[in-house]
């Protein structure tokens, strides 16, 4: 599925949306999804399979996600040198990796990784990120921040993690 650019796609509280294998959605356009704490959004498979996850790559407008559960992807959120993505209350569960950031302008506070298989966080490209009350368990690599990023942490708590917790190249 694809969001065109010049194009929104607003989510509300409670809404489940279901993937299956090798499909997600590709964000060029601006992805609003607005959960509460009593109705979450959920992006999650279909089948228990691994689905691709969200890939942004809108370079002219701003996207947000809030109160929302990611579950069985390959890469949770992709965000390729779009424009400012916020992510708030956001918990990604059981797939490989958590968040992959390539040249992005990325805002994330109140952000949980559990069950990821590989990186938690990788923060490569140039990216410019702000990371704030990060839970991190059971992980490959909890973050990994690559040549030519910034990344701005506090309040980062990371509980069994199976390669480095914090690595800087």
Do not use: C
Request: zero cysteines; aromatic letters at 8%.
């Amino acid at each position: 599925f694809t969001i065109d650019q010049g194009a929104t796609l607003s989510i509300g509280p409670g809404v489940v949306i279901q993937f299956g294998p090798d499909s997600g959605i590709d964000v060029a356009g601006r992805l609003l999804a607005q959960g509460t704490a009593d109705e979450p959004i959920a992006f999650t498979s279909a089948t228990g399979a691994t689905w691709q996850g969200l890939y942004f790559e809108n370079q002219d407008a701003a996207s947000s996600l809030e109160q929302v559960l990611i579950q069985h992807t390959y890469a949770a959120i992709s965000d390729a040198h779009s424009k400012d993505l916020s992510l708030s209350h956001v918990r990604v569960e059981d797939g490989e990796y958590g968040i992959m950031a390539d040249g992005s302008h990325l805002s994330l506070d109140t952000f949980s990784a559990e069950n990821m298989s590989s990186e938690a966080l990788d923060i490569s490209y140039g990216s410019d990120v702000i990371l704030k009350n990060l839970t991190l368990k059971n992980v490959g690599t909890s973050v990994q921040i690559y040549v030519n990023s910034s990344a701005d942490i506090s309040n980062l708590l990371i509980n069994g993690a199976s390669g480095e917790a914090l690595a800087v190249y």
